[in-house]
């Protein structure tokens, strides 16, 4: 089964919900049944803060783009003009190529009458393969400066198992990155704060999943025993699933900044996880 | 001599344009004759690179100076590879800023921000 874990904008606790997740389903993995974590928040990648996988394998993510040999190129523009990201500019005799802004479509290479672009691999971001516990984890880190990590996810789910239980901890908002984190997943899990920032949030992301047709539902985080929740209120409103609500305590704050993972200190918090690791699997069965 | 300035309507008596790569047009001044001309800006329906282009358009129409508020880094990259000179506008309508240009009174634009690219997207 692959979850998805997204919230609307970070800081709601989607890496914390991800990773103990990840961590409730290491019990089932006993039964050699696989429990991973994957981090596609490649701009930030936090995780493995929490987690601290050992026995890393990096592996480096590679795109395409052109290199121009100066002397075959009559500055036809052949290539800038096909080019609709703009990546190419020719200016003062020289072709000009921005690597960053290039989408490895390859079209300027075909378009080019005097054969003078070439490809040329250029990294843009690394994959890293680690252990913890019996937890597998995953983890895309974009380079900074680079403009887009879906090569890097394109990369990483095609890595993951089919079976078991796998946690895709997405990137925040909703652009491509989190378009290409959820495209296989069984069911998505959306991470909300209860407040009216979090219901905004909250409302973007639901209108995204309506049009998606897949499954989700709601972990209601940082909940106050007995404050208004204006995220479940919106969630009873348009009759969204609240898988759970995740109570705000003390406890949980330490444990996190400490960099620990809550469902392995912490018989309340296993058995808070393992409760929502459940239901996810009935929900999406459904 | 041309200077182009990034302009909202075909119209030397309003405020500079604040964007640059997607601004709908430029004027184009040229100091031989006092004479304006207004560029379409073809880079705004641009799915990224806007500025690249918008800058491309202006190296080849030969400006030598940019008078604007804001200018993307690979922009800049463009107008420094053609030399174009580019400085920071000052509040007020496209020829008031030809007119401090003349006087000399502006200054080069210091801050050239990072690509501003719709994807990738951490919103928070
Ligand atoms: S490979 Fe495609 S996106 Fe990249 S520069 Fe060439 S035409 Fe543009
Ligand atoms: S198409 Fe080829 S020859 Fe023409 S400008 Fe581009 S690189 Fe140069």
């Known amino acids: 089964m692959k979850i998805a874990v997204l919230s609307g904008k970070g800081g709601t606790g989607k890496t914390f919900v991800s990773v103990n997740l990840a961590c409730a389903a290491e019990s089932a993995a006993q039964s050699n049944l696989n429990s991973v974590y994957v981090d596609c928040d490649v701009e930030e990648p936090n995780g493995n803060l929490f987690l601290k996988p050992t026995n890393i394998k990096k592996s480096g993510v590679n795109v395409t783009v052109p290199v121009v040999d100066n002397t075959k190129c009559t500055g036809c523009r052949k290539c800038s003009d096909f080019c609709k990201y703009n990546a190419l500019a020719y200016v003062k005799d020289r072709l000009l190529i921005f690597n960053e802004v290039c989408h490895s479509c390859g079209g300027c290479i075909i378009f080019c009458p005097q054969k003078a672009l070439k490809e040329r691999q250029r990294e843009i971001g690394v994959i890293e393969e680690g252990i913890s516990g019996k937890t597998t984890v995953f983890s895309g880190n974009l380079n900074t400066g680079e403009v887009s990590g879906v090569p890097i996810i394109k990369e990483l789910l095609p890595k993951l198992p089919d079976n078991g239980s796998v946690i895709i901890d997405c990137p925040p908002g909703s652009a491509c990155t989190v378009m290409e984190s959820i495209r296989q997943v069984d069911y998505c899990l959306l991470v909300a704060e209860p407040t009216l920032f979090g219901v905004h949030n909250l409302s973007m992301v639901y209108e995204l999943f309506k049009l998606l047709k897949k499954p989700f539902g709601v972990v209601l985080n940082k909940c106050l025993a007995d404050e208004e929740n204006p995220s479940e209120q919106f969630c009873k409103e348009n009759r969204i699933t609240i898988i759970e609500k995740i109570p705000y305590d003390k406890e949980i704050g330490r444990l996190n900044s400490q960099g620990l993972v809550a469902v392995r200190e912490n018989g309340t918090y296993k058995e808070l996880f393992e409760r929502i690791l459940d239901k996810l699997v009935k929900e999406s069965l459904q | ?124």
């Open chain 2, 1 to 124: 001599m041309k200077i182009v300035i990034p302009a909202e309507t075909k119209n030397k008596d309003i405020p500079v344009c604040p964007s640059f790569g997607r601004t709908p047009y430029f004027a184009l001044y040229d100091t031989e004759n006092g004479k304006y001309e207004f560029l379409d800006n073809t880079a705004t329906a641009s799915q990224g690179g806007a500025g690249i282009k918008a800058a491309q358009l202006l190296v080849d129409n030969e400006a030598k100076v940019l008078i604007t508020y804001r200018c993307g880094e690979n922009a800049a990259d463009v107008l420094n590879a053609a030399k174009i000179k580019i400085l920071k506008a000052q509040d007020g309508t496209v020829q008031e800023n030809i007119a401090k240009y003349n006087e000399g009174k502006l200054a080069g634009l210091t801050e050239i921000h990072p690509g501003f690219h719709n994807h990738g997207g951490n919103q928070s």
